[in-house]
DNA sequence: AATGAGTACAACCGCAAACAT
DNA sequence: AATGTTTGCGGTTGTACTCAT
């Protein structure tokens, strides 16, 4: 198909985005609500945005959106990270749905700058007490990359997709998002509140991730619980995968 | 003070799934 | 069902900043 990047569009800026641009995109969003990106671009450049809805729609999830947390990373974010990306590699918008507040791509920036090199660090000092070579960025990004995604056999590695929600039975879905439907009853007993109230969750249609991402989870499920319920969902995952030969082609721990 | 290397992070790109027609 | 468009994702790049020399 092929589409021109929206950079490439004529008349509209590119680059960092100024305080007047967040301003009309805030203001613009007030106004209109969240969504309908390539729709920004139009209505908005009458008020003087000169972007491309995918600039506008990457500035207001990165940056502009309420509740999101900057600044320094906590050590219990920093192991939940560590953690959660040896269970999902590089799905790092799953990874930030647990963290409330943290977007993908700074989590994504985080892991390249700090964790990742701090893991090579640590596992080079366990086998090797020599400094880590200090050759080229790039040999040394590649080496990075290598050590912290390509070893690790519990790593679920995939070509980027989307994330899809855990969509509740009865709605529609592809093959591989079924299968995994039928993990709900797993995540539901760990969820917050009682049954009543899960059930009144589920008839109301609002998927799984709707159920686990209320403030009142957060608040109440630890660091570790959140990871422990991931693994056991990938576990799951990977039994209920091997059970069903139509779903041969989605097997997280076999890829 | 100058400058080059390393670091941090915002932003861009291309791809693929989801959605609309 | 086929085709085109939009959205969301992970990988990568550009650049401002920091620090050592």
């Known amino acids: 198909m092929g589409r021109a990047p929206c950079s490439s569009m004529v008349g509209l800026e590119r680059g960092p985005w100024t305080a007047e641009e967040d301003a009309l995109l805030i203001n613009y969003i007030q106004q209109h609500g969240e969504g309908n990106w390539s729709k920004v671009s139009e209505k908005a450049a009458s008020g003087g945005l000169l972007r491309c809805g995918k600039s506008c729609r990457l500035r207001w999830m990165n940056y502009l959106r309420p509740g999101i ?67 080229s960025k790039n040999k040394e990004k590649q080496q990075q990359h290598t050590e912290t995604n390509g070893d690790n056999a519990n790593t679920y590695l995939q070509k980027t997709t989307r994330v899809f929600p855990f969509l509740l039975p009865g709605s529609s879905a592809n093959d591989d998002t079924k299968a995994l439907n039928s993990l709900t009853p797993l995540w539901s007993d760990h969820a917050v509140g009682g049954e009543e109230e899960q059930i009144l969750l589920y008839e109301n249609g609002g998927d799984l991730d709707d159920l686990l991402f209320t403030e009142e989870y957060h608040h109440n499920i630890k660091f570790d619980q959140v990871y422990m319920e991931y693994q056991e969902l990938l576990m799951s995952s990977e039994n209920q995968v091997r059970t069903q030969a139509n779903y041969s082609s989605f097997n997280p721990f076999l890829t």
């Open 69 to 135: 947390k900057r600044g320094n990373f906590s050590p219990e974010e920093d192991d939940l990270i560590i953690r959660l990306h040896k269970l999902l590699g590089n799905r790092w918008s799953l990874i930030a749905k647990r963290l409330q507040g943290r977007t993908d791509n700074e989590i994504k920036n985080y892991w390249n700058t700090h964790l990742g090199k701090r893991l090579l660090l640590q596992k080079t000092s366990k086998t090797d007490h020599t400094k880590p070579s200090t050759g």
